[in-house]
């Protein structure tokens, strides 16, 4: 494990920050730490970069132990939420300051500034100031200084949240791909769930200072461990019923098969938007209901719609369309909804 | 009121006008009671129709040393100000609620105290058998008192005391300024903290001592009741120059041509503050 983290607990008075932080951290891996505001991410991500000691627990960098050693001897490459980038020096000064700090000779630093900046794509702005760049080329010089000393690893603490959206997502993919390239071990921190479904190798959902969840992404929005789990990434429907018999009663639904082993008693299953179907398409589907259609919002790709069910309950339904599809129902009009039960998945920890 | 036949143009310019309207009050009463007495002071230096009370200003000996003494002595003020005043500036910017209540109180309260008063009370505390002395007399550090009163010692300790806020308080205001993570980047990127002081807090910092430096500077320089009360008459400085010509020979004109030399030395060195540090910045 290039990272580690065990058992980190961190109190700021009768707060509990972080409640016993477990994580781990692959070499090449990207992995990012999704939550709330609050949760505790940032503190984590200060505790690895060395800024938070913790009370209890131990960081390890490439097995070695740096629970207590400071910043900069942690060779952690880090950009920061508003880059924070030296507004008195140039970007090829930014650039250089921590090979400089290293004593690296004059011609290796001159060389790896040039590379750096040339992998960022800001060849030929070594001479400007931060403040006559644009969001999104100061946002990759902060990246260029935080990887231009072959970090052991890459700390980003949402660095996207000052950009517009297009800009945003340009830059996630151009970000992803360059930590591909060049194998980089990087902890990214994030309220944003897209964000962290995009790039991320694996995410590990925060809340009140404990880890939730870890796993691929694609794990995690299909099988979440936790409601809040659930309830966080993506958008979802929390059914609550009860388990008899290996089928559970929903409410508006009636009874559902659920997957075998599954004990007699409260279940919560987690239903995504995009799984049911309404109307003439719900028809197919083995487990109907009726629903009134409260309140329809088009997204061009496709439309969500807030349904009151006929059993009491309401449910979010995402349904794709194609351009020339007409809008899938009107306010107030009562439809049938469906799903498919293979679409259900129980919620462990409901 | 807008009438139809008024351009947007014009809309706009009625508002900028109304918000220099504003203003006016305050710029008529500087132009009255400042510009105006500055232009008859000039005037009245050169009366004579000659420049003989420049010549005498500038070129006599004694005139001269007095002015050169004078920068000196705001010279030295000025950096025992700074080298005073930046820790001070530097642990409020970083110190908790209670710190900065404390500091402030500590700094302001001599604002709320005469210059006259406080200068007074330097001449108890630091006269031949005044406290400072007995105390460290007492201490068994001296044997002899030391001649803190009416020398250029004593005149540096008074003017240091009262001008000292003003160095403090750009220097704050400037480090607060800065973003805390610049530092905590810097450190992260391999800088140990007296680098990332030098490198970044430092230099980020300058327009705030460039402001300290030029109004303490600028305050010394014409500094009358501390030098007169605290140097016994062996410190003589510009402003005490000017009113003994005034006080005691009713030489007007060569009282106006001091307050000018003065004056043009003090824009001289204003300006040379303010090129050193941004010269310094982009170093």
Redesign the interface.
């Known amino acids: 494990m290039e990272l580690s983290v065990k058992g980190i607990v961190r109190r700021f008075g009768q707060v509990v920050a972080l409640g016993g932080v477990d994580l781990d951290v692959a070499e090449g891996e990207f992995l990012t730490i999704l939550g709330p505001s609050g949760s505790g991410k940032t503190t984590l991500l200060k505790t690895v970069a060395g800024f938070e000691i913790p009370d209890e627990g131990r960081v390890l960098l490439g097995g070695e132990d740096v629970t207590l050693a400071p910043p900069r001897r942690r060779d952690v490459g880090m950009v920061f939420q508003n880059y924070a980038l030296f507004p008195h020096m140039s970007v090829a000064q930014n650039v250089a300051f921590p090979l400089e700090m290293r004593r690296r000779p004059r011609e290796e630093i001159a060389r790896r500034v040039a590379e750096a900046l040339r992998l960022v794509e800001l060849e030929g702005y070594g001479e400007r100031l931060p403040r006559q760049l644009s969001g999104g080329q100061q946002q990759r010089v902060a990246l260029a200084r935080a990887i231009v000393f072959g970090p052991r690893l890459l700390l980003l603490d949402e660095p996207f949240g000052a950009l517009d959206r297009k800009l945003r997502e340009a830059l996630q993919l151009e970000v992803r791909r360059l930590q591909r390239r060049l194998r980089l071990t990087t902890l990214f921190i994030t309220h944003d769930q897209e964000e962290a479904l995009i790039m991320s190798d694996r995410i590990a959902v925060m809340d009140k200072g404990r880890i939730e969840q870890v796993g691929p992404p694609g794990d995690l929005y299909a099988r979440p461990a936790t409601r809040f789990v659930a309830d966080f990434l993506g958008e979802s429907n929390l059914l609550d019923g009860a388990a008899r018999n290996r089928s559970a009663s929903i409410p508006g639904f009636g009874a559902v098969p659920l997957p075998a082993g599954q004990p007699d008693g409260p279940v919560t299953l987690l239903l995504r938007p995009e799984a049911l179907r309404v109307a003439a398409d719900a028809a197919a589907m083995p487990c109907r209901g009726q629903g009134r259609v409260v309140e329809t919002v088009f997204l061009g790709q496709s439309a969500k719609l807030r349904l009151a069910l006929d059993g009491g309950g309401e449910v979010l339904a995402r349904l794709s369309l194609r351009p020339s599809d007409p809008p899938p129902a009107r306010e107030g009009e009562t439809v049938a909804i469906g799903f498919a039960p293979e679409d259900l998945h129980v919620v462990p920890r409901g | 009121m807008s009438s139809p036949g008024d351009s947007r143009r014009t809309i706009a310019r009625r508002r900028e006008t109304a918000l220099f309207l504003l203003a006016v009050p305050a710029l008529l009463l500087l132009g009255i009671i400042f510009a105006w007495p500055v232009l008859r002071l000039l005037a009245m230096s050169v009366e004579d129709g000659t420049l003989a009370n420049f010549e005498k200003a500038t070129l006599d000996e004694l005139y001269l040393y007095v002015l050169f003494d004078s920068v000196k002595i705001a010279a030295m003020v000025m950096a025992i100000c700074l080298v005073v005043a930046y820790p001070v500036a530097f642990w409020l910017s970083r110190a908790g609620r209670w710190g900065v209540a404390l500091g402030m109180f500590a700094l302001l309260l001599p604002f709320w105290t005469s210059v006259l008063v406080r200068t007074y009370a330097w001449l108890v505390l630091l006269g031949r058998n005044g406290v400072v002395n007995r105390w460290l007399r007492d201490a068994g550090l001296i044997e002899a008192p030391l001649p803190l009163l009416h020398n250029t010692s004593g005149v540096l300790i008074g003017m240091v005391h009262v001008l000292l806020p003003y160095m403090v308080f750009p220097i704050y205001a400037s480090l607060l300024r800065i973003?805390p993570?610049?530092s905590?980047?810097?450190?992260?990127?391999?800088?140990?903290a007296w680098?990332s002081f030098l490198?970044?807090t430092f230099?980020?910092s300058l327009p705030g001592v460039s402001a300290g430096c030029a109004l303490v500077f600028v305050l010394s320089l014409g500094f009358f009741i501390t030098p007169a009360l605290l140097g016994g008459g062996r410190v003589i400085m510009v402003s005490m120059l000017i009113e003994q010509q005034v006080r005691e020979f009713l030489d007007w004109p060569f009282a106006a041509a001091l307050s000018t030399v003065l004056l043009v030395a003090t824009l001289a060195i204003y300006a040379l503050i303010g090129r050193i540090t941004r010269g310094a910045?982009?170093a």
Request: net charge positive; glycine share 10%; hydrophobic share 35%.
């Open positions: 973003d993570d610049l905590r980047a810097a450190e992260g990127l391999g800088a140990p680098r490198r970044v230099p980020l910045r982009h």
